[in-house]
């Protein structure tokens, strides 16, 4: 038996949805543990692309368990059109399964979203609006509808009626919005909850079962470690756990099933909405990165925010998450530029730093510290390892040396097969 977590070591949009469809393949269930339809994955099957925010990414390797488990909050509507979206590209969702503890993205989640970011101004997190937030927020606060409310028609209708006299009381009062009707969410909620029960389930014991049995189990996030509620750069975060932490919590099981982590990291660094970057690239440079990567958001096609690739940041997503190997994406991107830079160090008011500093005042001070190398070319043609150009090798081999991990996978173009392994990933 062996489990393996694919955790984005960055702040997301590093490519995680490519390596766990190749991950997959090796694999028999993957689960979801964590994030909303806030975030997106993209797999690249014979030159089509095909955007997954919900579903697992194992959802296209054949007879694989797919499972969204408790930490992850579902937007119904938006789960139904994206199951329908993936039978209709002529792949199965028979093996879907949703956990009955996840919570449920209301319409009052999404509106309230959206205001309370407007109300800010310029100083709005940058949120993608979906409700995520405030989903999670009402988790906290015991006041969340879960799949097994939705499911049974008087508890879901006594605690709606609940919760949204006190939501409409915002909205009006605070918002000075519209307060929404009763009678629509309870009818078109119920309809939900008839296409979406065969898929329930209690995935803990399932997960925990065919572990178990000797099965090989995937994980998957949203989003990145440096975007934790915790350890990343708050207030700029998502509202749960993508690191390695957040598997256990978002699936039921214990950690010392957690074999395997893998931090997936691209070759450079890229960010969606405000925060501190210390490795940002503000000149041409970056935004050529940007177009020949495509660096724009799945879910809301924002540009990305393009920086070099920061070792400083990574030693510390590394520390937290406890990664047994690293997989690197997008070497095909960084090729055809003269020379390459990567963050080794921080300088903080004339002394050298290497850590995260907690205060957003102290990061946005920081001045980061580079090594040069030299560019590379000829990626997508790799195989092997030892087919890479000399000076990518000698990149990869220098980040190894930075964060201490050992690397796994290299990404050497979009496509399931444009993958090269270093060393073996699954070692248990």
């Not at 979206?85 to 949703?98: R, V, W």
Request: aromatic share 10%.
């Amino acid at each position: 038996m062996s489990s393996l977590v694919v955790i984005g070591a960055q702040w997301g949009d590093e490519g995680k949805g490519r390596y766990v469809d190749y991950l997959a393949g090796m694999a028999d269930v993957v689960v979801r543990y964590q994030g909303g339809n806030n975030a997106g994955h993209t797999i690249v099957l014979g030159g089509k692309k095909y955007d997954l925010h919900l579903v697992p990414s194992g959802i296209f390797s054949g007879d694989k368990k797919c499972v969204i488990g408790n930490g992850v909050v579902i937007d119904p509507k938006y789960l139904i059109d994206e199951i329908k979206g993936i039978e209709k590209a002529g792949f199965s969702a028979d093996k879907l399964y949703i956990s009955d503890r996840a919570h449920v993205v209301m319409p009052y989640h999404i509106m309230l979203d959206k205001l309370s970011e407007a109300k800010l101004g310029d100083k709005k997190i940058g949120t993608t609006a979906k409700g995520i937030g405030p989903c999670y927020t009402d988790k906290a606060a015991r006041i969340g509808i879960r799949f097994c409310d939705l499911l049974d028609k008087d508890v879901f209708a006594e605690k709606l009626k609940a919760v949204l006299a006190d939501k409409n009381e915002i909205l009006v009062k605070i918002y000075g919005a519209e307060p929404l009707n009763y009678d629509k969410i309870l009818s078109e909620y119920l309809g939900y909850a008839s296409e979406l029960r065969k898929y329930v389930a209690d995935t803990t014991v399932l997960i925990y079962n065919e572990y178990k049995e000797g099965k090989k189990v995937l994980f998957e996030g949203a989003q990145g470690a440096l975007l934790d509620i915790d350890f990343g750069t708050y207030p700029y975060v998502t509202s749960s756990h993508p690191v390695s932490g957040g598997v256990a919590i978002g699936s039921g099981i214990s950690p010392n099933m957690l074999d395997n982590i893998v931090g997936v990291v691209k070759a450079y660094c890229s960010r969606v909405g405000a925060g501190p970057f210390v490795s940002e690239i503000k000149d041409d440079i970056g935004n050529a990165i940007r177009e020949k990567g495509h660096e724009y958001g799945v879910t809301t096609g924002r540009p990305r925010r393009i920086g070099w690739l920061d070792a400083v940041a990574l030693r510390y997503s590394s520390r937290i998450n406890g990664f047994t190997s690293l997989g690197v994406t997008r070497m095909d991107t960084l090729e055809g530029f003269d020379k390459i830079k990567m963050c080794v160090g921080y300088e903080l008011d004339g002394k050298i730093i290497d850590y995260l500093p907690a205060n957003i005042k102290t990061m946005e001070k920081v001045t980061p510290l580079y090594k040069e190398f030299d560019g590379w070319k000829n990626t997508r043609s790799a195989k092997t390892y030892d087919d890479l150009h000399p000076n990518a090798r000698k990149y990869i081999e220098e980040l190894e040396k930075q964060v201490g991990v050992k690397v796994s996978l290299v990404g050497v173009g979009p496509e399931r097969t444009e993958c090269v392994i270093k060393s073996e990933p699954w070692v248990k």
